[in-house]
């Protein structure tokens, strides 16, 4: 796999979720393909000599650093992660070795989504299929990329909710857009928006994870019942019918998005 990396991708304000990250990553990770780390000005305590930190450097904008650390990956395609998602699986070999055969493949791939939540239409290969222009979220920033596609694309000013949005809306044009059935991998969810997830927390101290509750501020009642709403417009988006989706993302994503 030496057209493929993995890019873990950070900022020095979540410092704090780092040795928990590494702790989940050496007990879960055994795929041999070169791992990027990407921060801002911190070096993290990375003790497995395989995995190398990328700097981006101050953080002026979201948009800005994720392409100054994007441009120091070598690899041809890169398979994006956050270190707020702790793995809780090990990676699917068979899922990776169907995203290998995409990439090695007759076709276009420029972005392949592996979450398994967002699902195509055409099928390509078993469990890849194609996704249509107007799928909701049709651009996230966890997946695999083609790294001269996802450079085209970035927005210097833009955040990462904006990048998945306003990404999804100018890439109806181009084809090359994928998605597996089922989950590369498994994650839990740490943090939303800067705090804690009450429900994560609790399962990382019972797996004895390296966490301190204590490092930023839980999620409130209200941010919590937010959540909720978005899980649920997330879910309707994928299910109801296409002709559909568009009037509902035009009247609620804004809401969502800037809250």
């Known amino acids: 796999m030496n057209n493929l990396a993995i890019l873990i991708l950070s900022c020095d304000k979540y410092n704090d979720l780092w040795d928990g990250y590494f702790h989940q990553f050496e007990k879960y990770f055994d795929v041999d393909i070169p791992v990027y780390f990407g921060s801002n000005e911190i070096s993290p305590n990375i003790k497995n000599p395989k995995i190398r930190n990328i700097k981006s450097g101050p953080d002026v904008s979201w948009g800005l650093s994720f392409k100054k650390i994007i441009d120091q990956v070598n690899e041809e395609y890169i398979l994006i992660t956050l270190e707020d998602l702790y793995l809780c699986s090990k990676i699917d070999r068979t ?83 994928f998605a597996l059935d089922e989950p590369l991998f498994r994650t839990v969810n740490l943090v939303e928006k800067g705090f804690w997830i009450k429900s994560s927390i609790k399962w990382a101290l019972m797996q004895k994870i390296p966490v301190n509750p204590r490092s930023r501020k839980f999620k409130t ?24 989706k568009q009037l509902i993302v035009a009247k609620l994503k804004k809401y969502l998005v800037m809250n």
């Open 95 to 177: 899922l990776m070795h169907k995203a290998q055969q995409m990439i090695n493949g007759q076709e276009l791939v420029r972005h392949l989504k592996y979450s398994g939540y967002i699902r195509g239409s055409k099928e390509v290969l078993p469990g890849v299929k194609i996704l249509d222009a107007d799928t909701p979220y049709r651009v996230t920033l966890c997946g695999v990329w083609q790294k001269k596609y996802l450079q085209s694309i970035i927005r210097s000013e833009e955040n990462p909710w904006q990048f998945e949005i306003c990404g999804s809306s100018r890439t109806k044009a181009d084809d090359g857009f």
């Open 221 to 244: 009642l209200p941010k919590e019942i937010l959540s909720m709403v978005k899980n649920f417009y997330f879910d309707l988006m994928i299910k109801v019918p296409l002709e559909k």
